[in-house]
C-alpha cells in the first residue's frame, strides 16, 4: 500500500508541474513507482506460495551474461583503456555497481534458503565482488566489502564457522600488511578508493542532496518535481533516500520510508542480525550516494526477502497449532 500511495502521490507532484509549463516526459519518473510496485506485488506473491526455486535460475543466468558481458569486454585493473569503466552490458559502470550489491544479497538469500550450496553461493559472492571492481563504483566495492565476510560465514555448520573466523582473520591481516607494503598501489580500484576522499563529486553536495534549499517551505513538504530538481543540480539526485526527498518533499520520503522500513522490520524480525545486514546493507549503503529507487533488480530482492519473511511467520504460527492438535490426537 505504500508503493501504491508514492505513486500516486510522485504522479501528483509531477502532474502538478507539468500543468504549470514542464516537460510532459518527466511523467515517466512517476510511472516507475508504478512498475516496481507490479514487480513487488508479483514476486511477493509468487516467493510467498512457491518459494525461491524459479528465481534462483534466473539470478544464477543474470549472474552469469554480466561476468560474461565484462569479461568478453576485458578488464584492465591497472589502467582505463580507450572504453573507460566496465558497463557489463548495463547503460553505465555505476548500474554494473549496484546489479553487484543486489547480486551479493540476493545470492545470500538463496543461500540461506538453501537454494544454493555453500560452494557454489561462494562462487556468485565471488562473481559479486568482481563485478564491483571492474565497475570501478566506490559504493558498490565499499558496500560489497562490508557484509562479504559475514556473507561467506557457514551459518549452517557450526564446526566450520572457527575455521571460517580463523581463515578469515589471516586473511585481512595478510591482505593488510601486503597493502601496506605497496604491493597494492598500481590496481586502479585501490586509488579509487583511497583518493575517494579528495574527490569531488563524492560529496553530498555533488551528489544533490541540498537541491531542496533553491527552494521554498512548500517545495520543502510537498517536493520541487524531477525537471526542476534536474535543472538545479545538472543532473538526477545521487542518493535513493535523498532524490525522493527532493523530488516528492518530506510526504514522499514519509511514504518511501514506510515501505523500506517495514521491510527492514521484517527481515530483522525472521532473519535476525546477520540475515539483515546482508540483505539491507548492501544496497542501502549504496543508496546514500546513487538512486536506486528504479532498480528493478532492488525490488526483486525487496519482494522475495520479504516473502521469505512472510513463509517464515506463517510456520512459526503454524507450528503451536500442529503441537495442539497433535496433543489432542494423543
Known amino acids: 500500500m505504500a508503493l501504491v500511495a508514492l505513486f500516486l502521490y510522485a504522479s501528483a ?27 513487488v506485488a508479483a514476486i511477493y506473491t509468487h516467493v510467498r506460495e512457491t518459494g525461491l526455486k524459479t528465481l534462483r535460475f534466473g539470478v544464477m543466468f543474470t549472474a552469469a551474461i554480466a561476468f560474461g558481458a565484462v569479461a568478453y569486454f576485458g578488464v584492465n585493473l591497472s589502467e582505463l583503456d ?64 562490508a557484509v562479504i565476510v559475514l556473507a561467506l560465514k557457514p551459518v549452517r555448520s557450526r564446526s566450520a564457522v572457527l575455521g571460517w573466523a580463523l581463515a578469515g582473520l589471516i586473511g585481512l591481516l595478510y591482505l593488510f600488511q601486503q597493502y601496506q607494503g605497496g604491493a597494492f598501489d598500481d590496481l586502479l580500484f585501490v586509488k579509487r578508493l583511497a583518493n575517494m576522499a579528495r574527490e569531488g563529486d563524492s560529496s553530498l553536495e555533488a551528489r544533490g542532496y541540498f537541491a531542496f534549499l533553491h527552494g521554498t517551505p512548500l517545495h520543502l513538504l510537498f517536493g520541487m518535481g524531477t525537471q526542476n530538481i534536474n535543472e538545479i543540480v545538472g543532473h538526477e539526485v545521487h ?37 539483515f545486514i546482508c540483505l539491507t546493507v548492501p544496497p542501502m549503503a549504496y543508496g546514500i550516494t546513487h538512486d536506486g529507487t528504479r532498480f528493478t533488480f532492488f525490488w526483486l530482492l525487496f519482494a522475495a526477502s520479504m516473502a521469505l519473511a512472510e513463509r517464515e511467520r506463517r510456520s512459526s504460527s503454524l507450528q503451536p497449532m500442529a503441537k495442539s492438535i497433535g496433543s489432542v490426537r494423543v
Open 239 to 275: 542518493s535513493t533516500f535523498a532524490s525522493i526527498l527532493n523530488n516528492y518533499g518530506l510526504f514522499g520520503l514519509m511514504i518511501f520510508s514506510a515501505a523500506i522500513f517495514i521491510w527492514a522490520a521484517r527481515l530483522w524480525q525472521y532473519f535476525g542480525l546477520v540475515g
Open 82 to 145: 580507450g572504453q573507460g569503466r566496465p558497463t557489463g552490458a548495463f547503460n553505465n559502470p555505476n548500474q554494473l555497481g549496484y546489479f553487484s550489491v543486489c547480486l551479493l544479497s540476493f545470492t545470500y538469500l538463496l543461500y540461506r534458503e538453501k537454494q544454493l550450496s555453500y560452494w557454489m553461493a561462494a562462487a556468485i559472492f565471488s562473481i559479486a565482488m568482481f563485478l564491483a571492481i571492474a565497475s570501478l563504483s566506490k559504493a558498490a566495492m565499499i558496500s560489497n566489502f
Open 13 to 39: 507532484v509531477e502532474s502538478f508541474y507539468v500543468i504549470l509549463g514542464g516537460d510532459l516526459l518527466f511523467l515517466i519518473n512517476a510511472v516507475f513507482f508504478l512498475f516496481n510496485f507490479i514487480v
